[in-house]
């Protein structure tokens, strides 16, 4: 199989053509832009009947996302007409083209990964030049794929890891947007699932319908939903003695004479304690304060927990208080970067969701809050995951807060959540593959160690 590549130096491209090599069965011929202007039709063609392809790949782009915004004219040349130009030629020669496009056709307000049936709905001029230029690709070329892909990043190019890693060595603070999610394709993987389509494509496969959308991107997304609180007050105090003491226990080094505890004046109308549990307490008061508050709840209890590998004591809490008529939710991670937790949490979803406590899978980012709103007035944010080895081995800290305004802020958040997650509903539950339930049942095995 032959490809010609158009946007040699392009970082999918290098991509491509490294990998060449160790494929037997491909012959990669990247050629930049002096060779080949995906905007005029003569370099094209003679690019054309010089290689002669089995197959082109068009990776050549208008690249500079922010920059679309004023520079619309030059987007649009490339990422629409270029385009087109480059299908219409492959498709006057009956040469399938795979074009690459972008997750950047969709508008992104999806809390879940977008599938190829979602309707794309730019919000950029970027945005908006990929698509047109998919949709004219399509036009163009019968014989077409559009492959969509997303955050490539590879040592080549120009790149968002590459950017991170050089400001974290320039600069002490990194500023970065928290408020995008994306899933980082490594360029070498998207390469390879490019090769296998070109490979299905000139054996015949896409003849039977085949072509078409396509997505291709790395797992998993990178941004956490976390909880953060900014405190102010006398309990800054307790804080602040806290952290002194966890200090002096790690043996750092001894704290600058300061005045650490300036007087702090009231702020604010909610009540706030700082807890802390260290493994040297008999027993977590975290989850003491937890397993009562539970204990008294008369409306709701509305837990998001990032780590759960929950105990006898602590289900039990959970299902008695749901049998006595409170709405007791659960939010809890739809993935995770701790698989062992992840699966054996999920070995006590049967049970919880028989003893009436509703269960939600977080989607679209990394759950990491451990939060908890009670009756919309007790709410604690901390570090304490609900797991054994948070309420016994860890050195953990919650705020625990007593007001009716911050209750409804966190029942405000916890409703966001919920619109963001997946509930588990029983009866599909329990039709879930032998697979998982065995990785449920190794995990649980570990559970007392986690
Ligand atoms: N990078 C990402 O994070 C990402 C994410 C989603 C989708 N994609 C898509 O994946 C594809 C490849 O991306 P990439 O990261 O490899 O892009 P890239 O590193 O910016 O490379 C684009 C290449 O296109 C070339 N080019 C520009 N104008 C041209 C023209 N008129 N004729 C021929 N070549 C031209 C550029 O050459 P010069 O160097 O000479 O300008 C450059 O080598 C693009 O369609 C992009 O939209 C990328």
């Known amino acids: 199989m032959r490809l ?6 392009g970082q999918v491209a290098r991509a491509l053509v490294e990998a060449a090599p160790g494929c037997p069965d491909v012959t990669a011929c990247a050629v930049g832009r002096a060779a080949l202007d995906i905007c005029e039709a003569r370099s094209i063609d003679r690019a054309l009947s010089r290689i002669e392809p089995s197959i082109v790949i068009n990776s050549a782009a208008y690249t500079a996302v922010d920059k679309a915004e004023t520079d619309s004219k030059r987007a649009f040349a490339l990422n629409h007409d270029g385009a087109r130009l480059l299908a219409e030629a ?6 399938p083209i795979i074009h690459l ?3 950047y ?3 992104g307000r999806k809390a879940s990964p977008y599938v190829e049936t979602d309707p794309a709905r730019p919000a950029t001029v970027f945005g908006r030049s990929k698509l047109e230029g998919e949709q004219a690709v399509q036009q163009a070329n019968p014989k077409h794929v559009v492959l969509r892909t997303a955050w490539v990043f590879s040592p080549s190019g120009r790149n968002f890891v590459k950017t991170m890693l050089g400001q974290a060595a320039e600069q002490e603070r990194v500023r970065v947007v928290d408020d995008q999610h994306g899933s980082p394709t490594y360029a070498p993987h998207l390469v390879t699932a490019i090769l296998e389509l070109a490979r299905r494509l000139s054996a015949g496969t896409g003849e039977q319908g085949a072509w078409g959308i396509y997505h291709a991107a790395g797992t998993g997304t990178t941004t956490w939903r976390d909880t953060h609180l900014r405190i102010e007050g006398p309990v800054v105090g307790e804080l602040q003695k806290l952290f002194m003491g966890t200090w002096e226990k790690q043996r750092a080094n001894p704290l600058a004479l300061k005045d650490y505890f300036p007087e702090l004046s009231p702020h604010g109308n909610d009540m706030v304690r700082a807890i802390g549990s260290t493994p040297d307490d008999a027993y977590s008061l975290m989850y003491l304060t937890l397993i009562s508050a539970i204990g008294n709840a008369v409306r709701e209890v509305y837990l998001t927990n990032a780590y759960f590998v929950p105990d006898p004591q602590l289900l039990k809490a959970l299902v008695v208080a749901a049998g ?3 709405d007791v939710r659960l939010i809890l991670p739809g993935h ?3 698989e062992i937790v992840f699966h054996a949490g999920r070995s006590h979803y049967s049970g919880l969701l028989e003893g009436g406590v509703k269960l939600y899978e977080r989607g679209g980012a990394l759950l990491h809050s451990k939060t908890a709103v009670i009756d919309g007035v007790w709410s604690t944010v901390g570090s304490t995951n609900l797991d054994w080895r948070s309420f016994l081995d860890n050195d953990e800290i919650n705020a625990v807060v007593i007001g009716r305004e911050f209750g409804d802020r966190m029942r405000a958040a916890f409703a966001a959540d919920m619109a963001a997650s ?3 509903d029983l009866a599909r539950w329990e039709q879930r593959s032998l697979l998982l339930r065995i990785k449920e049942w190794t995990a649980r095995l570990w559970g007392r160690l986690l």
């Open 101 to 103: 496009s972008s997750d």
């Open 105 to 107: 056709v969709y508008d």
């Open 90 to 95: 492959a498709a006057r020669r009956g040469i």
């Open 4 to 9: 010609l590549i158009a946007g040699w130096q």
């Open 324 to 326: 006595r008529g409170v």
């Open 422 to 424: 997946e509930a588990i």
């Open 336 to 338: 995770t970067d701790s």
